[in-house]
T-cell receptor, first 109, second 115 residues
Framework: GIQVEQSPPDLILQEGANSTLRCNFS?????LQWFHQNPWGQLINLFY???GTKQNGRLSATTVATERYSLLYISSSQTTDSGVYFC???????????FGTGTRLKVLA | ETGVTQTPRHLVMGMTNKKSLKCEQH?????MYWYKQSAKKPLELMFV???????ENNSVPSRFSPECPNSSHLFLHLHTLQPEDSALYLC??????????????FGPGTRLTVL
């Protein structure tokens, strides 16, 4: 089946710093989502981005489907950005999302 | 607030108990999902329902029994669980088919502890 790898696995930042999270996948995908899981376990939708670039405030994401990767950019990070960021991809024709192992982000005040 | 609710939020049960988890979506979606998230592991898909019909059972042990009475409600019935079944159980919904994006929205999860 499709493999989804995220990097880095852990990231510690000072408040105000910028970061880039990466998601690599091993096969063609129909859909791709980025989520933020807060400390209470809730998965919050950040981006639905099977291709192209989107921006939402301090966050932006880019997916290059032909090269099988997606990037999540966090600018001017805040302590509330702490948590785990997951990439999930839907393999073409399967209707199933496969989740990566996540990037655990800690932003220090 | 994602439009997907789950109850209870926390559950502690013994290995001989029977309990049920409930999920309800208010988004008008046609597909619902159960995922399991164990400590330090990625989310694992357990079951998929599309228009109330089960379309995926990801080799889940029979001590987990799903039920989908309609497109808005999903249950996970639990019986004779093991301590290794302790995890966060997440429900999700999406709209599939046609021009729908199949974008998934998640509930807050039920944190289950099996003693």
């Amino acid at each position: 089946g499709i493999q989804v790898e995220q990097s880095p696995p852990d990231l510690i930042l000072q408040e105000g710093a910028n970061s880039t999270l990466r998601c690599n996948f091993s096969d063609s995908v129909n859909n791709l989502q980025w989520f933020h899981q807060n400390p209470w376990g809730q998965l919050i939708n950040l981006f639905y981005i099977p291709s192209g670039t989107k921006q939402n405030g301090r966050l932006s994401a880019t997916t290059v489907a032909t090269e099988r990767y997606s990037l999540l950019y966090i600018s001017s990070s805040q302590t509330t950005d702490s948590g785990v960021y997951f990439c999930a991809v839907e393999n073409s024709g399967t209707y199933k999302y496969i989740f990566g192992t996540g990037t655990r982000l800690k932003v220090l005040a | 607030e994602t439009g997907v609710t789950q109850t209870p939020r926390h559950l502690v049960m013994g290995m001989t108990n029977k309990k049920s988890l409930k999920c309800e979506q208010h988004l008008g979606h046609n597909a619902m999902y159960w995922y399991k998230q164990s400590a330090k592991k990625p989310l694992e898909l357990m079951f998929v329902y599309n228009f109330k019909e089960q379309t995926e059972n990801n080799s889940v042990p029979s001590r987990f029994s799903p039920e989908c009475p309609n497109s808005s409600h999903l249950f996970l019935h639990l019986h004779t669980l093991q301590p290794e079944d302790s995890a966060l159980y997440l429900c999700a919904s999406s709209q599939r088919g046609g021009r729908a994006r199949n974008e998934q929205f998640f509930g807050p999860g039920t944190r289950l502890t099996v003693l």
